[in-house]
């Protein structure tokens, strides 16, 4: 073959190779925005005197998704409980 065939073919292989490292620079964005997309938070705050109870319905809950709770005590003179139910 000759020299000129050969260079032909290199640059052929190096045009297709930026050509597919387009292509996936371009797709690789998309899968990253989706994974990175936070899901809904709710947060209730509130106090109680002691004594009290409060309860807190999440009726949208679906199976699979998570829940997180938990209780401060900040006023040092009330020894707080969580129960889910």
Not at 14 to 36: K, N, Y
Not at 51 to 61: M, S, Y
Request: proline share 6%; net charge negative.
């Amino acid at each position: 073959m000759s020299e000129v065939g050969v260079s032909s073919k290199k640059v052929a292989c190096v045009l297709l190779a930026f050509l597919l490292a387009g292509v996936l620079a371009q797709l690789t964005p998309a899968r990253v925005a989706q994974a990175e997309q936070a899901p809904p938070v709710q947060e209730i705050r509130a106090t109680i005197n002691a004594g009290d109870l409060d309860l807190f319905k999440l009726p949208g809950l679906k199976e699979g998704q998570k829940l997180y709770a938990a209780m401060d005590n900040i006023s040092g003179d009330l020894d707080p409980a969580l129960g889910l139910v």
